[in-house]
């Protein structure tokens, strides 16, 4: 059993910073790509930033130059750094992974429980 562990969320004001966390544990071979979506209240679930496992990493637009993705495969942990927020940015984050828990079995993709940012004006 694979479970996603996240940590880091809370009420900031615009202009300040806040880093997640998400770690996974269980049974874990590799993991491909981690990744950070958002969703806000009343809208779909988008993707804020992924990065696979050779490190080459993807942004969405409207946090490009404010968010940096990191990860640490040994510890099996995500992080999204997020600087100069802005009330729009206020949403529940989920961290996602996409997996292997054998060598020769295939990827599944695993969520986390969601932690709450909020941005005040």
């Known amino acids: 059993q694979v479970q996603l562990v996240e940590s880091g969320g809370g009420l900031v004001q615009a202009g300040e910073s806040l880093k997640l966390s998400c770690a996974a544990s269980?049974?874990?071979?590799?993991?491909?790509?981690m990744s950070w979506y958002r969703q806000a209240p009343g809208k779909q679930r988008e993707l804020v930033a992924s990065?696979?496992?050779?490190?080459?990493?993807n942004y969405a637009d409207s946090v490009k130059g404010r968010f940096t993705i990191s990860r640490d495969n040994a510890k099996n942990t995500v992080y999204l750094q997020m600087n100069s927020l802005k009330p729009e940015d206020t949403a529940v984050y989920y961290c996602?992974?996409?997996?292997?828990?054998?060598?020769?079995?295939?990827?599944?993709?695993?969520w986390g429980q969601g932690t709450q940012v909020t941005v005040s004006s």
């Open positions: 996602n992974m996409n997996l292997k828990i054998r060598v020769a079995g295939p990827n599944y993709s695993y």
């Open positions: 269980g049974s874990i071979f590799s993991i491909n790509v």
């Open positions: 990065i696979i496992s050779g490190g080459t990493t």
